[in-house]
Nanobody, 118 residues
Framework: QVPFVESGGGLVQAGGSLSLSCVNSGFTSEIFAIAWYRRAPGKESERVATIAPSGDTDYSDSVKGRFTISRGDARNSAYLQMNSLKPEDTAVYYC????????????WGPGTQVTVSS
């Protein structure tokens, strides 16, 4: 099994934007649902955005209206456009393919750090 590889994180001021991307080179035959997760220091992991194979999307209340998930050109790749960032969005962001019940298809990758300064 191959982990997703995330990129695009960085340091941004509150109100700014960042675009994250992820891809899994091991999933080439079937299109899966992909989700973005984040983990902030001292907090539990939170799933913030999901895109189904149909293209339907779902967002956590904490990011709804500010973040947009979309699929990339490569099979089982995805983007996360993050606008109007807040300091509370600071976290390591991860990508994976959820199966249900908290189970995911791939090993967790290193993630990408997003830091929002006030």
């Amino acid at each position: 099994q191959v982990p997703f590889v995330e990129s695009g994180g960085g340091l941004v001021q509150a109100g700014g934007s960042l675009s994250l991307s992820c891809v899994n080179s091991g999933f080439t035959s079937e299109i899966f649902a992909i989700a973005w997760y984040r983990r902030a220091p001292g907090k539990e992991s939170e799933r913030v955005a999901t895109i189904a194979p149909s293209g339907d999307t779902d967002y956590s209340d904490s990011v709804k209206g500010r973040f947009t998930i979309s699929r990339g050109d490569a099979r089982n790749s995805a983007y996360l456009q993050m606008n109007s960032l807040k300091p509370e969005d600071t976290a390591v962001y991860y990508c994976n393919a959820p199966v249900g019940g908290g189970i995911v298809r791939a090993p967790w990758g290193p993630g990408t750090q997003v830091t929002v300064s006030s």
